[in-house]
């Protein structure tokens, strides 16, 4: 198996993008165009992430809950 492909490395680099982000949001009067877009990108990422984990939660249907 592939160190990248695990979940312990797919948590890890979760968190360091996630300290990336936090620091830049600190320095944000310093932010240019590359850094905002990274920003973009990680919220985009969350969303699909939450999108993924909804659909999953739903029994993997795109319609919604079964009552």
Avoid at 11 to 29: G, H, I, M, P, T
Avoid at 38 to 64: D, P, Q, S
């Amino acid at each position: 198996m592939h160190v990248s492909c695990s979940l312990p490395g797919r948590y890890e680099a979760f968190w360091k993008e996630a300290d990336q982000v936090k620091q830049l949001w600190k320095n944000r009067k310093d932010l240019n165009v590359e850094h905002a877009g990274i920003i973009a990108l990680f919220g985009l990422e969350l969303y699909g992430w939450f999108c993924v984990g909804e659909i999953a939660g739903r029994g993997f249907t795109l319609t919604g809950y079964s009552v």
